[in-house]
Every structure is written in C-alpha cells, then in structure tokens.
C-alpha cells in the first residue's frame, strides 16, 4: 500500500506570495492533519480535515486555511506569505477516528516551504 | 497553560546500551499520548500511543511508560542500534470543545560505535 505523498517536496516563495501544497492520503484513510515544523517552534497542529470538513484546528493565523477533496486528498493554503512561513509542512492520513482517539497517523515526508 | 516538556534535550549513547527519555506535560484534559520517531529530513513515524487507562505500551525494543497522575510519560530503548538516531518527539492530545495537540521538542538521540 502506498504511504502518504506530498507534492511538491520543495518551494521557493518570495514574501507576499501565496502557496499551496497537496497531501494524498494512503488508500481508504479518511482523516488528513496538517502540521508545521520549525528549528525554532518544533512541530506545531494546522488542522485536522475528515469527510471534506475540518474538524480540529490549531492557533494560526487565518493566512493558513486547507480544504479536503471527496477523495480524501488534501490541500493547504498560505496566503500573504512571511519568511516566518517558511518550515517544513507535514501532512498525516488515519483511518479517521479522530486525534481523540487512539489512532495511529501516518506521516508525509513533508514539503519544505522557504520565504525569500 | 498547555505544555508538553521533553529531557534530555540531546543524548548519545554507545550501540547496544538502554536508555531513557522523558516527556512531563501539563496538558488538560487529557485525551492520549503518543511517541514519535523522526529522522533528519523526514516525517515523524508512529511509535506508541498511549490513553488514559493504559502506562504501559511496548513496539519491539520501544517501551513507552505513562503516569496520569503525575503527568509523566517515559519511552525506554533497549539494546539500542545506530539507526535509533533520531529525534524522539512526545506529543499529547488534549480534548475541550474540540481536539489539539501539544508537541514536545523532542530529544536527539545519537547513537554511537
């Protein structure tokens, strides 16, 4: 079975621009997260999408917003980019019980975004 | 305010030796605890997940330990290899009106010859 896959896996913005990055899911997951990593702040919650509807949400700026597809494939979108912004962007599929529940995510390798 | 806190923040060990990392939170109300193992350059992979019934979960030579009444979480690696390098991340779900997660910074573990 396919793992998770991120595209594009490298990005270079330059301050004010917009972004998006795409997350597909492994096969029959219905649940996609996204999350940020920096040096400085670490790994950090976006949200959490599940049945094309957001269901959890971290404490970003409304720059930050995602949208999920009816199969199950996932986007987020940065607007107005900040150097700031520039991180590595990781999604992760589950089943889709939910991050209250004990259920294991699998992550993406990621797309390393940088902010010029 | 919601925290998760990982020691050390770094570790070397030599190959074949245990070790012991620790993550203490003050994250509420809790919901579940999970281990994860992230090599440079790539995403962060699944090691145990813990919830509130449970303070013991073992994956091969991975125990993870959990005290909800002290808000304390351990994850021990036995007989460690050079490709447990890595860093180690706890990260805990909390549950109000909707879920989140607080991450650890993680503890860099290098292991060496």
């Known amino acids: 079975k396919a793992g998770v896959t991120q595209t594009p896996r490298y990005l270079i913005k330059t301050r004010g621009q917009q972004v998006t990055l795409s997350c597909s899911p492994i096969?029959?997951?219905?649940?996609v997260s996204w999350y940020q990593q920096t040096p400085g702040q670490g790994l950090q919650f976006l949200f959490e999408y599940f049945s094309e509807t957001q269901r959890n949400k971290g404490n970003f700026p409304g720059r930050f917003s995602g949208r999920q597809f009816s199969n199950s494939r996932s986007e987020m979108n940065v607007s107005t980019l900040e150097l700031g912004d520039s991180a590595l962007y990781l999604c992760?599929?589950?089943?889709?019980?939910?991050?209250?529940?004990?259920?294991?995510?699998?992550f993406g390798p990621g797309t390393r975004l940088l902010v010029l | 305010k919601n925290q998760v806190e990982q020691s050390p923040q770094s570790l070397i060990i030599l190959e074949g030796k245990n070790c012991t990392l620790q993550c203490n939170y003050t994250v509420s109300p809790f919901s579940n605890l999970r281990w994860y193992k992230q090599d440079t350059g790539r995403g962060p992979v699944s090691l145990t997940i813990m919830t509130f019934s449970e303070n013991t979960k073992s994956n091969g030579r991975y125990t993870a330990t959990l005290d909800a009444d002290t808000k304390q979480s351990s994850l021990h690696i036995t007989a460690s290899q050079l490709s447990d390098s890595a860093s180690y991340i706890c990260?805990?779900?909390?549950?109000?009106?909707?879920?989140?997660?607080?991450f650890g910074t993680g503890t860099r573990l290098q292991v060496t010859l």
């Open positions: 096969s029959g997951h219905r649940s």
């Open positions: 990260v805990v779900t909390y549950t109000g009106t909707a879920s989140k997660l607080t």
């Open positions: 992760a599929s589950s089943l889709g019980a939910g991050l209250r529940m004990a259920e294991t995510q699998y």
